[in-house]
């Protein structure tokens, strides 16, 4: 199966439309900030993103916490209402796809990433363990991925993500290997597509391995290549489990450091220098290399690929638009390489 080039989502906005964009999302004038995020789309598929998430530019909480808690929506305290289980950025994103259709004659393939119930509990209710509302947080997750799924629309939705970032990583977590297993089981159980789960650490991999609605577990193996190690091919085999690995470096401050002490400067404030971190360092040639790596480790089971995470902190448009587009002329070196 060919390796598909995916990103995490999180995207720049342009310079100087950071307050404006965010109250629009706050006051519901979602009609205001449509452009930009179809340009954003637009950006993805030109950087040659097989399955581009929509641009997510709001606090990857508050989006669905927003809708969640609003007493407008709820159907129980923590249980959104079938009706108001919409990600909004689906709806802006149509006339990219309609676009699409019109020049390849076929629909646009996209990603849709949807905080987990894990997450959200942690931001409401942090190291306490009430097992009833994670219930009710995955089910009301599973109502986002289900209305996802069923907009009529002119593109597919190919992948669903159900991003976790905090498993493995957060001492917070209260709850015990089961108890996760289960949320993660309601929070995709209405997903008939592939589902993979984003994580920061892959220290606890294989409770996304367990669950039945995740077959994709991601790896942020650019920034951090040792976490491939800490895979073993026979639990992906055992589970049924593929791997989306990170291929390119987002963590934007590690890299700018190793900029600053290599120059002593600032590239923030002298930023003649910021765009080495495309053109030196996260190169397509470098991007090809781990992603050889990778697969020489575990071959076909490596189902998609992308940059580590999202590229909001990254600030410029036509940066972060550059790593993406290095990445997708690693992934197509790659491909020329197996073929």
């Not at 984003?198 to 942020?220: F, K, M, R, W």
């Not at 220098?273 to 697969?295: F, G, H, Q």
Request: with cysteine; aromatic share 10%.
């Amino acid at each position: 199966m060919d390796i598909v080039f995916d990103d995490i989502g999180s995207y720049p906005l342009p310079r100087g439309e950071e307050s404006r964009v965010q109250q629009a999302f706050a006051d519901k004038r979602y009609g205001d900030i449509t452009e930009i995020i179809c340009d954003a789309m637009r950006q993805k598929i030109a950087a040659g993103v097989d399955a581009p998430t929509y641009p997510q530019f709001q606090d990857m909480n508050q989006q669905f916490l927003r809708i969640i808690n609003d007493p407008a929506c709820d159907e129980a305290p923590f249980l959104v209402n079938d009706t108001c289980a919409e990600i909004i950025e689906l709806h802006a994103i149509e006339p990219v796809a309609r676009e699409y259709f019109e020049e390849k004659g076929e629909r646009l393939r996209i990603r849709v990433c949807v905080t987990g119930a894990i997450e959200l509990y942690l931001n409401q209710f942090g190291s306490t363990a009430y097992t009833d509302i994670l219930e009710l947080f995955a089910r009301s997750i599973d109502r986002f991925v289900k209305n996802a799924l069923d907009m009529r629309s002119s593109f597919e939705v190919s992948v669903i993500s159900i991003d976790e970032p905090s498993i493995g990583v957060n001492p917070d977590i209260m709850f015990d290997d089961d108890e996760i297993v289960h949320a993660l089981n309601r929070s995709a159980k209405s997903s008939r597509v592939d589902t993979e789960i984003h994580l920061h650490s892959p220290i606890h991999y294989t409770i996304a391995c367990e669950s039945d609605s995740i077959n994709v577990v991601g790896v942020e193996s650019a920034a951090n290549p040792d976490y491939l190690e800490l895979i073993d091919k026979n639990d992906l085999k055992q589970y049924d489990t593929f791997l989306r690995v990170g291929v390119a470096r987002t963590d934007i401050f590690g890299m700018t450091a190793e900029l600053n002490e290599r120059y002593g400067t600032n590239v923030w404030k002298d930023t003649s220098r910021l765009s080495e971190i495309v053109t030196a360092m996260e190169t397509p040639d470098t991007i090809a290399k781990r992603l050889e790596d990778a697969y020489g480790r575990f071959g076909d089971l490596i189902r998609y690929a992308g940059p580590d995470c999202g590229l909001g902190a990254w600030q410029y448009q036509d940066l972060a638009y550059q790593l993406l587009a290095n990445t997708g002329r690693a992934i197509s070196m790659f491909r020329r390489g197996v073929s």
